[in-house]
C-alpha cells in the first residue's frame, strides 16, 4: 500500500532538482538509467592519483573504526561506491557504529555515505531511523534520513516526513532541506516517475 498525498500537497511542494537531496536521489544508483549516468561522469574523467590512492586504502579496511574514518572524508563518487559495497560487506560490525554516529555526526560526507549505505544494506533500518529521528542532531542528517525513508519506509512513515518537511523548511539559510523529506513523500506515494 502507498501513500496518498493530496493535489493541493504536491503543487505546494515542488520538487528542487538543484537540492542536494534530489541530487544524492539521482545518484542513489537505484535505477538503471542512472546507474549508466554515473558511469558516464566517472568515465568522462581521468582517474587521479588521489583517487587510486583512496581506492587502494579502501580495499584495505577492516575495523569498524577505519570504516568511519574513511566515512568522513571527501572523495569520488566511484570510490563513495567502493566504499560503501566494502561497508555492506561487513554490514554486522559497522551497523551499530552508523546508527550511533548518524544521530550526532555534522560531516556531511558521513551523513551522505550512511545514507547511502542504509538505503542499501541488507537491515531494514525504517523503524530504527523512525523510533531514534528525535535524537538526530544536525538538520543535514535529518534531510537525508528521511530520503533514507523514503528508500526503505512505507506508508507508515508517512507522517514523520510531513512534519519534518514543515519543520526543515528554513531550518538552514539557503539549503533547502525539506527536500529530503519531500522526495521521501514522492517516493512513498509511488510518484518516482515525477522525480525525473
Same mark, same amino acid.
Given at each position: 500500500m502507498s501513500l496518498k498525498l493530496p493535489e493541493k500537497y504536491l503543487k505546494e511542494n515542488l520538487v528542487d532538482q538543484y537540492s542536494a537531496a534530489y541530487i544524492f536521489y539521482m545518484f542513489s544508483g537505484k535505477d538503471e538509467d542512472l546507474v549508466s549516468l554515473t558511469e558516464l561522469g566517472q568515465s568522462a574523467r581521468d582517474e587521479t592519483d588521489e583517487d587510486r590512492e583512496t581506492r587502494a586504502a579502501i580495499e584495505q579496511l577492516e575495523t569498524p573504526n577505519d570504516f568511519f574514518r574513511w566515512m568522513r572524508k571527501q572523495m569520488s563518487q566511484a570510490n563513495?561506491? &567502493?566504499l560503501n559495497t566494502r561497508l555492506?560487506?561487513?554490514?554486522?560490525e559497522v551497523m551499530p557504529m552508523v546508527k550511533k554516529r548518524i544521530l550526532t555526526n555534522r $560531516?556531511?560526507?558521513? $551523513?551522505? +555515505?550512511?545514507t547511502r549505505f542504509l538505503i542499501s544494506c541488507d537491515e531494514d533500518p525504517s !523503524?530504527? &531511523? !523512525?523510533?531514534n529521528f528525535g535524537q538526530i542532531q544536525d538538520p543535514? !542528517? %535529518?534531510?537525508?534520513?528521511?530520503?533514507a525513508l523514503g528508500f526503505r519506509g512505507d506508508e507508515t512513515c508517512g507522517p514523520l516526513l510531513? /512534519?519534518?518537511a514543515e519543520r526543515l523548511k528554513g531550518a538552514v539559510a539557503n539549503e533547502k532541506l525539506e527536500q529530503g523529506p519531500i522526495i521521501a513523500l514522492?517516493?512513498?506515494?509511488?510518484? /518516482?516517475? +515525477?522525480? %525525473?
Open positions: 563513495k561506491e &567502493l555492506l560487506e561487513h554490514e554486522d $560531516i556531511d560526507h558521513f $551523513i551522505e +555515505n550512511a !523503524a530504527w &531511523l !523512525a523510533e543535514y !542528517a %535529518k534531510s537525508m534520513m528521511c530520503l510531513l /512534519d519534518q514522492y517516493m512513498l506515494a509511488g510518484m /518516482d516517475e +515525477n522525480l %525525473k
